[in-house]
């Protein structure tokens, strides 16, 4: 199947810092990324759609101004959180998944394995 | 009531057991239907995508029934390495993906 990456795997930082998390199609080309949000023994909740050279489609109360998603080239997205609070912690992942990927089913989205972001 | 609602378990069953996770969807033009599997504390990995007329992949089987927006997944002759959470995953073509809750599965030996 494809291959999608997430760098850094893993981040500490201080509140009030930014903190930059970074996804890549590595073997195609990703016209539309999805970043979600895990808290621990919770589901995925998808924070916004990273749309290639047009701004992102962020979900009913995820702040825009917070999160920066930028989406410059087919293959990288990056969430930037912004003066980030402990309350911020979690499993950041992102997926991508190009319709008609030969050998991938229909619509089959491929995660990236995740950056887990702790805020002290 | 959520888009995708899924049994909340955990189910913890023995070694060789067969178990079955049900999962409901609430969009009725919903087109793609997954089931993933997620390990802790790592990414959801693809289990199986789910056909109309249901498929079937080694020890696990798939089956959709659209006009009552039900999906399940059955599991035959468990083993120690399934247990993880599976989550019921539907996809509005062009639209986003939407998460069930995830049902645990824990196999004891």
């Known amino acids: 199947g494809a291959v999608v990456s997430q760098h850094p795997s893993r981040v500490i930082c201080k509140s009030g810092t930014s903190v930059k998390i970074e996804c890549r199609s590595l073997?195609?080309?990703?016209?539309?990324m999805f970043w979600y949000r895990q808290f621990p023994k919770q589901s995925l909740m998808l924070m916004a759609t990273?749309?290639?050279?047009?701004?992102?489609?962020?979900e009913q109360g995820v702040e825009k101004d917070k999160f920066l998603i930028n989406h410059a080239s087919l293959t990288l997205s990056t969430l930037t959180v912004t003066s980030a609070h402990p309350e911020d912690s979690s499993f950041y992942i992102c997926?991508?998944?190009?319709?008609?990927?030969?050998?991938?089913?229909?619509?089959?989205?491929?995660f990236g394995p995740g950056t887990r972001l702790t805020v002290l | 009531r959520k888009e995708v609602e899924q049994d909340p378990g955990p189910f913890n069953v023995p070694e060789g057991a067969t178990v079955a996770f049900n999962c409901t969807y609430s969009?009725?033009?919903?087109?793609?239907f997954f089931w993933y599997r997620q390990d802790c504390r790592k990414e959801p990995k693809l289990l199986m995508s789910?056909?109309?007329s249901g498929n079937e992949d080694g020890r696990f089987t798939a089956q959709l029934n659209r006009a009552s927006q039900y999906i399940s997944l059955l599991i035959r002759d468990s083993k120690l390495s399934d247990s993880a959470t599976y989550l019921c995953?539907?996809?509005?073509?062009?639209?986003?993906?939407?998460f069930g809750p995830g049902t645990r599965l824990s196999v004891l030996p």
């Open positions: 997926s991508a998944g190009p319709p008609g990927l030969a050998g991938g089913s229909y619509n089959e989205q491929f």
């Open positions: 073997d195609f080309q990703a016209t539309t």
């Open positions: 990273s749309n290639e050279g047009s701004k992102a489609t962020y």
């Open positions: 969009n009725s033009a919903s087109q793609s």
């Open positions: 789910v056909y109309s």
């Open positions: 995953v539907v996809n509005v073509y062009g639209q986003n993906f939407v």
